[in-house]
Structure formats: structure tokens, C-alpha cells
């Protein structure tokens, strides 16, 4: 056996591998809505997905680690001048050197073009959470029926019978959601659906007295504009953001809540306890 040629072609299909599981990584909704929705693609969930990322990453590291070894000769002759003295800092490695540098700084500091590939990201992440719905909680398909009704103000006997008139088999209160929709054959978010019509009516009565604005932001509250997020929670803009600005928080037309509380070295969570405070006057 040629080990020379056997670690070339490891590192070319280990590379088409990590092509195409970093592309589905990059358009994959995030993993609440991922996991809520039960996203799979060829068969795969979001966590194998990334499994596979990862293992086939290292197998790529260790293939251009030996592909290094076995071409050193080359590598160093690369890194000569004219006069074949050895230098580290040749004109193609600085090249190298200051491309990889722009991208890292420039990631870091989001400007173009590398902004552009993570807005774009971002974009496909927002598309995913519009396609397959946000879960009320982070991680919710994993709480027991008990839980996730107590959380979601759901009457558990009604539950219970609206999944029965449904056909659904469930074990107990105990089970989780995921447990009982694999069981089913459904998504949690499915699940969801059909046990919804058992919210109590504590919510709605809050809702009507005006004392519903939430504990805790939705998931994604800080890639969202202050106007977005106003529309979301129902407030009005102008109110929130002149009492923000009587807070001391640097407020401007179009930022999102992330950029508006780093402008005031303050974290988004932060920037939503602001903005409670102004709306229920606090």
C-alpha cells in the first residue's frame, strides 16, 4: 500500500465530507427549533449532523498532519527564498499569512465580505424559526408532559383527553413530549398542536388586563431590532425608546438589541429587564 497516495485521497473525501456537512450546518435552523420540529435531512438530525462535522473534521486533521509529514520536502521548499535559504516570512507565506489575518479580524469585527456570510447565515436561521415555529422554551420537547403543562398553564386532564380523542398512545404525565411524538410518530411541535387547545384561561384573562408582557425574551430577542422587538411584545416604539434613553442606553433607529447593549456594556437580557421597566413603569 502507497501511504502517501492512501493520505491524499483521505484528505479529498474527507474534504468533500466537511464541504457538505458545513453547508447544512450553515442553513440548519438552531437547535431549539431543530430539535422542537424533529429537523432531520437524509436521515440525519442536527446533533448527528454535527457529530459527523466534527469526527470527519478530526480525520481531515490527522490526514493533513501525515500529508504534511509526507510532502515536508515540498513544503520546504515553498518556504525558501531565491537564494534557497530557508525563511519562515517568503512573500507566498506572508500572502497566506495576512489573507487568513483579514478574515479572522474581520469576522471579529464584522465587515464585509465576511459580515455578509454571517448575516446570511443568520438569514437562514430566521427562515427556519418562520418555517417550523419557535418552541415556548428552550429544550421544551425534553420536559415530562407534567412539566411542559405546568409551564404552559395547559390542563393536564384535557391534554390527556384531547391526545386520546387523537389516537395518540401515552405511557403517563410523566413521559416526555419527545418520548410521546416519537412514540406517535409525530414532532414535538406537533404534539404542541393537537394538547394547545387545553391552555387554561389564566392567560387570556391576564391578557385582557393588560398584565401579559413576559418574564423572559422569546428565543432570538437579541438578533432582533428594537422596532421588531417592540412590534413582538406589542409596546410602543417611540414610549420604549425614550424611556431607554432616560436610562442611559444608547438607542439608534435600526440596531438590534445586541449592538444596543454592547453600545451600553450591558448584555440583551439586560436590555429586556430595561424594557420591562419602562412598559409596566417600574
Known sequence: MNMRKITSMTMLV??????????????VPEGRIAYW???????????QWTEQHVTVGFLFLLAGLL???????AVKS???????????????????????VI??????????PMSTVLELGAHFKESG??????????????????????????DLDKALALMKEAGLQVEGANQTLIAIAKANRLTPQQLYGII????????????????????????????????EACVELKIDYATVSKGLQAKGLKVEAGKTIHEIAEASGKEP??????????????
Not at 37 to 47: C, N, P, Q, S, V
Open 129 to 154: 424559526a418562520e418555517t417550523y415555529g419557535e418552541p415556548p422554551y428552550g429544550h421544551a420537547e425534553l420536559s415530562s408532559l407534567k412539566m411542559f403543562s405546568q409551564k404552559e398553564r395547559i
Open 269 to 282: 437580557m439586560e436590555i429586556f429587564e430595561d424594557i420591562r421597566a419602562v412598559v409596566l413603569a417600574e
Open 37 to 47: 420540529a424533529d429537523w432531520h435531512f437524509w436521515g440525519l438530525t442536527k446533533t
Open 103 to 112: 478574515v479572522a479580524v474581520g469576522t471579529y469585527f464584522h465587515v464585509p
Open 196 to 227: 394547545k387547545p387545553a391552555k387554561t384561561e389564566v392567560e387570556e384573562v391576564a391578557k385582557a388586563a393588560g398584565s401579559s408582557f413576559p418574564d423572559e425574551p422569546k428565543p432570538g430577542f437579541g438578533r432582533k431590532t428594537l422596532e
Open 14 to 27: 474527507s474534504l468533500v465530507l466537511l464541504f457538505l456537512n458545513s453547508i447544512i450546518l450553515y442553513v
Open 67 to 73: 500529508h504534511i509529514y509526507y510532502n515536508w520536502g
Open 78 to 100: 515553498y518556504m525558501k527564498n531565491k537564494v534557497k535559504e530557508l525563511r519562515i516570512f517568503t512573500p507566498s507565506f506572508n500572502i497566506a499569512l495576512l489573507v487568513t
